[in-house]
Each structure stands twice: as structure tokens, then as C-alpha cells.
């Protein structure tokens, strides 16, 4: 099914138009030329590239919009420092809930490899203790950096962990080519009914590949 869908990737929006906003829109222009790409940004510092469609405003704000429109695309690429999925999924439930950040327990991070706190509610794990190269190819089986077996997916990892009564809303990242991540759109469609399924749990929701992730715990308050 994975080869199947990479032979359909002919329309890509990529939010962030920063570094690796750059990076994605020129490796993926070389590899699909005919591919139609926009790059989504507030304020992009410079032109990205010859017959990319930049348009200027709010990432997730944007993606929000389009969706529920209907606007078609392939891939989504985020490329902004925060957690895509989880701000989007504010504006989906936004017309019934509110979002509230809940503490995430320290027996759920004892359960992650190398778990880093950020904002409350929010954690970053990761299989690496090092930077990774940004073209790294995540092959299945070894890691490019230290040559050893590759630990569990870190995806299914997250699937399976135990986090007691509250619903895990796992998505994962498809590696679209080294160094670039992408969504599909169908996935935020899951999210978002999942979420209003669960409404009445603790939930965690969380972005992740092979080898990192990040997710926020949160209740969903009825407006």
C-alpha cells in the first residue's frame, strides 16, 4: 500500500518555510518535478524556489481551513517547531470543546526512551541521545549513525504503551524521503474523531516516525 501512495504524491503542502521548511520543498521538487508544492509561512525570509506556491499566513491556521473546505492534497509536511497535530486538532474540536493541557504522569515517561518535558503537558522522546544528520534515510533495520539494530518503531512503541484509562492518539510520521516527514490528510481526519469519541477520557496525543516523537496530555472541556 506505501508504494502504491508514493506513486500518487503529486500535490504537497509543507508548513514552514525555516530551514527545514527549505530543505523538504527542494528535496521533494527534485524528486517529484511535476509535484505541485506550497510552502505556508507568516513571513518566509526569502523566495523558496522556482514554481513553488508560497502563501503567507498562520501554518496550522491555514491547514485548518483548507481541510475543512475540502481542498485536496497528498502529503502534509510540517515544518514549524511545534507539535502540528495536537494545534491543528484545537481548531477541529474547537465549535464544541476547549483544550486543556493536563500534567503527563511520570510513570508515562518512565515508559518513553529518552523523555524530555517541554511546555506542560507536552513531552519530546526520542531513541537518539544525539543530533541526527537531517538527510538521515531511517532504514528499518540499523541506525545511519551508530550502525546498531534499530530499537521498536517508535510509533508502535507509543501504541503500546500503558497509560492507564486515558485514549493514546498515535500518528505517524511517513518518511517521504531522507530527512522529510509528511502526514496524511486522512490522518488528522482520525485524529479528530477519535478525540470527540474519547471526549470523556484523558487523552495523549502524539506525532512520531521511527525514532522520534512528540505528544501532549490533555482533557477535552465541553463548551
Known sequence: MEKERSH???????????????????????????AVLTVVDTDPEEEIGDGIRVVRQDGVRWLWNMLRSQAETDMIVPAIPIHVVYEWMKYAVQDAYAVAPMDIPESWKKKMPHP?????????????????????????????VTKKPRPKDLFRLLREIHIGDACAIIVRSHQLLPGVGGLYPSDLSFVRETALKNARRPLFLATACRCHGVGNAFRLIKK
Open 116 to 144: 524530555i518535558r517541554g511546555k506542560i503537558g507536552q513531552i519530546y522522546t526520542s531513541h537518539a541521545d544525539f543530533i541526527c544528520p537531517d538527510n538521515c534515510p531511517e532504514p528499518k533495520d540499523r541506525c545511519t
Open 8 to 34: 500518487r504524491r503529486k500535490r504537497f503542502w509543507i508548513l514552514g518555510a525555516g530551514r527545514f521548511g527549505k530543505i523538504a520543498a527542494n528535496r521533494l521538487s527534485r524528486a517529484y518535478p511535476q
